[in-house]
């Protein structure tokens, strides 16, 4: 990897201009922000519409004081408050990368900003108060650290979904790294606070964690983090991962907890984990070695906001590194179990996060937690993409034959796929075939008039019963 490449793969540059589908950093997508959506400029090397006809010093001065070619403000959604910290020299070469890349022509789509975001001008405001270009960055005590804070608080702008405090749009700038709201999902408190940071994490496990996305009690990193991990942090350098976990290691620990409203150990009542939860996760929390993740000291339990583990409970989770999918058992709970159910597993087995899963989040959360899983998947079921599977589908007529399986036959119909999968193609993974046959199932599902809860009941089972005879066959029956 050319030393360009490597620092546009460290700032995740990919994640916002580049639209799923799309051509490389030919823009597209749209960033929100409380006032509105802002779109992502094509930043490939085309005259017109990319920035081919930008000089090194226009390229850096964006990246350094958020000021664009024409002299404008540009918005924080744009990470400049983390960027600033690039050296020129890191620009220049992020700039030759680009500069490398096929041009596309792509002109931008129009900003969908409300007045008076939608002047640039409003945002001079902001940066008076909030935005300063960083002319040298703070000592540090070791060149370890220094890396490190290089890459947290500058190229990988962590910060702009672990920090607290939410100010012009995506931009956090209070509360630093103490755990913030991204998109519906919670990043956790990453200083290294023993109780809610990391402090009790080692810096192997911390590399780990952002080299494979496997937490140190074992659960899988979940929702945004995920494509950070995929897109970025799995890419980079052991000593630049160590780097990180050393900076984060030395933030001073924070706690998030301390200021929120509600306090800590309210929930007491356990019959609701025990009735929707217990028969996987176990009565105390501990899962299943490899195959069902603990509910202990896990980072999407124990944030300071209660949106992970709903959810996580509301949308399940397709089968991921030979665990087994979790059903979306929040598609047939009410509103007010799924609180009591998440501020009982925060409040239990050695958890202590504040029991701030109310009903009317758990309402919020459900309008937009719209998965295969919980059966409703916005633009219809997913199709079979991965092609092995897909080919290995089409000799088995798994479609008809899943129609016209009833639940009493669908332990025998499922031991008659598996094998044909088997021997059409040998080197599926375990998660392939769980999620790909899931989605078949679904299809199958969304032809019959049913209520989303019953196909989200219908198709967890689906997908648990796959996974088990795939993994235990002789306990099927
Ligand atoms: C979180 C999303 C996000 C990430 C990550 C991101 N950008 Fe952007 N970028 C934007 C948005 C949104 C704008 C438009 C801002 C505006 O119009 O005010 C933008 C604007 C720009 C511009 C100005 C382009 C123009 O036509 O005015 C450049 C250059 C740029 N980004 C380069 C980069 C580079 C290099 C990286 C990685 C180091 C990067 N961006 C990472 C969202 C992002
Ligand atoms: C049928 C089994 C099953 C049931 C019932 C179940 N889970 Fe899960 N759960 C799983 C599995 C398997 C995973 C891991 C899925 C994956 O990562 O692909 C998981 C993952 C999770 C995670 C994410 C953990 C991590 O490390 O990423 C949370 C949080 C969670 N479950 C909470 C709950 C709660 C709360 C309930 C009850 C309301 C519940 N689960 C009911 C099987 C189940
Ligand atoms: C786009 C938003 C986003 C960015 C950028 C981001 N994170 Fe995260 N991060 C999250 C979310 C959301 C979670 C929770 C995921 C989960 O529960 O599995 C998380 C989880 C983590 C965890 C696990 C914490 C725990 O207690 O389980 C660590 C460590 C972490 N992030 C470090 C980083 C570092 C280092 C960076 C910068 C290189 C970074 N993150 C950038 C959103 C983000």
């Known amino acids: 990897m050319t030393r360009g490449k490597y620092l546009v793969t460290a700032g995740d540059c990919a994640s916002c201009h580049t639209k799923p589908g799309g051509k490389p950093f030919a823009g597209g997508l749209y960033m929100p922000t409380p006032f509105g959506a802002v779109s992502v400029p094509n930043i490939t090397p085309d005259l017109k519409t990319g920035i081919g006809a930008w000089t090194d010093e226009e390229f850096y001065r964006a990246l350094h004081e958020g000021i664009g070619r024409r002299g404008e403000y540009l918005y924080p959604v744009f990470p400049f408050p983390w960027y600033t910290r690039v050296t020129r ?32 001008d409003s945002l001079l405001a902001w940066r008076t108060v909030f935005f300063k270009p960083v002319a040298s960055p703070p000592s540090y005590a070791t060149p370890q650290i220094a890396r490190g804070a290089y890459l947290v608080e500058g190229l990988g702008h962590c910060g702009e979904c672990h920090n607290r ?15 913030g709201q991204i998109e519906g999902w919670y990043a956790p408190n990453i200083t290294s606070d023993g109780a809610e940071g990391i402090g009790s994490w080692s810096e192997a496990e911390i590399a780990r964690f952002l080299r494979t996305g496997t937490s140190r009690h074992g659960g899988v990193v979940l929702g945004p983090m995920q494509e950070v991990v995929q897109r970025s942090t799995s890419k980079l350098a052991a000593t630049d991962l160590l780097a990180i976990a050393a900076y984060l290691k030395s933030v001073p620990p924070h706690k998030t907890y301390a200021d929120t409203a509600t306090p800590v150990g309210r929930v007491t009542e356990g019959g609701t984990y025990v009735s929707y939860c217990g028969s996987c996760h176990g009565v105390t929390g501990k899962g299943v070695g490899g195959e069902i993740p603990p509910l202990v000291g896990n980072g999407a339990v124990s944030a300071g906001g209660a949106q992970n583990i709903i959810r996580v409970v509301l949308g399940g989770l397709p089968a991921q590194r030979g665990m087994a999918p979790m059903p979306a058992v929040g598609a047939g709970m009410t509103d007010q179990e799924v609180a009591a159910a998440a501020d009982y597993v925060r409040n239990s087995f050695g958890n202590a996060a504040p029991a701030n899963a109310e009903p009317g989040l758990v309402a919020q959360i459900r309008a937009d937690t719209q998965t295969t899983l919980a059966g409703n998947p916005p633009a219809g079921c997913p199709k079979v993409t991965q092609a092995p599977l897909a080919a290995a589908l089409q000799g088995t007529s798994a479609r008809s034959r899943l129609e016209a399986m009833t ?55 689906f997908s648990m019963l796959v996974y088990g005879q795939l993994k235990h066959p002789a306990d099927g029956g």
């Open 89 to 120: 020299d890191d620009a220049v070469a992020m700039r030759a990368y680009l500069a490398s890349l096929p041009a596309v022509s792509s002109p931008r789509a129009p900003l969908r900003l409300s007045w008076p975001a939608s002047m640039r």
């Open 165 to 179: 405090n939410n100010v012009a749009g995506r931009s956090r700038w209070s509360g630093r790294l103490e755990g």
């Open 407 to 461: 639940d009493v036959t669908m332990l025998d119909e499922i031991d008659r796929l598996l094998p044909a999968i088997h021997a059409a193609a040998p080197s599926l993974d375990s998660s392939s075939i769980v999620n790909g046959l899931t989605d078949v199932y679904c299809a199958v599902l969304a032809d019959r008039k049913i209520a989303p809860a019953l196909r989200a009941e219908q198709l967890g089972n």
